[in-house]
T-cell receptor, first 109, second 112 residues
Framework: GIQVEQSPPDLILQEGANSTLRCNFSDSVNNLQWFHQNPWGQLINLFYIPSGTKQNGRLSATTVATERYSLLYISSSQTTDSGVYFCAAEYSGNTPLVFGKGTRLSVIA | EAQVTQNPRYLITVTGKKLTVTCSQN?????MSWYRQDPGLGLRQIYY???????DKGDVPEGYKVSRKEKRNFPLILESPSPNQTSLYFCASSFSPSGTQYFGPGTRLTVL
């Protein structure tokens, strides 16, 4: 079946460090989204990025659709960045998003 | 304020006792869906709805029912809950399946 794989599964950072999270997908995608689940369980959409690069403050994301991967960059990490980051892909019109298993990020002061 | 609401937020119940988790959105979204989140498995879709009276199975529909009688509401029904349905449940909505997904706050269900 369709696969969405994220790496690394776990990441521990010192506050202020930068990081790159990766999402590989097994087929061409219509849609790729990144989400952050904070330690209280709330899921927030970060980026809708089927291709190209977007930036929002300290976060940016790049999807290279032809090579079937997306990257999420976090710069100058803060403790509030802690949580689990998910990517999710839609492979064809009107089909459910397929989620990766997430990268658990812990930022320590 | 644009939001997706779920109730209850926490529920402990016993095997076989029917329950409903409500989901409501105020963004006039056509697409709504339910997910369950389990450790090590990420989020898996249970059911989704493209519009009123249009629902379809996701990846893990067994043991669940849904209905979409109104655009804003999409309740999740467990007719006879079992312990393997203990999980964290999320409702989500968007204008389309490929649109930006907005998630509810989650419902933590424990079935004893």
């Amino acid at each position: 079946g369709i696969q969405v794989e994220q790496s690394p599964p776990d990441l521990i950072l010192q506050e202020g460090a930068n990081s790159t999270l990766r999402c590989n997908f097994s087929d061409s995608v219509n849609n790729l989204q990144w989400f952050h689940q904070n330690p209280w369980g709330q899921l927030i959409n970060l980026f809708y990025i089927p291709s190209g690069t977007k930036q929002n403050g300290r976060l940016s994301a790049t999807t290279v659709a032809t090579e079937r991967y997306s990257l999420l960059y976090i710069s100058s990490s803060q403790t509030t960045d802690s949580g689990v980051y998910f990517c999710a892909a839609e492979y064809s019109g009107n089909t459910p998003l397929v989620f990766g298993k997430g990268t658990r990020l812990s930022v320590i002061a | 304020e644009a939001q997706v609401t779920q109730n209850p937020r926490y529920l402990i119940t016993v095997t076989g006792k029917k329950l409903t988790v409500t989901c409501s959105q105020n963004m006039n979204h056509e697409y709504m869906s339910w997910y369950r989140q389990d450790p090590g498995l990420g989020l898996r879709q249970i059911y989704y709805s493209m519009n009123v009276e249009v629902t379809d199975k996701g990846d893990v529909p067994e043991g669940y029912k849904v209905s979409r009688k109104e655009k804003r509401n999409f309740p999740l029904i467990l007719e006879s809950p079992s312990p393997n349905q203990t999980s964290l449940y999320f409702c989500a909505s968007s204008f389309s399946p490929s649109g930006t997904q907005y998630f509810g706050p989650g419902t933590r269900l424990t079935v004893l």
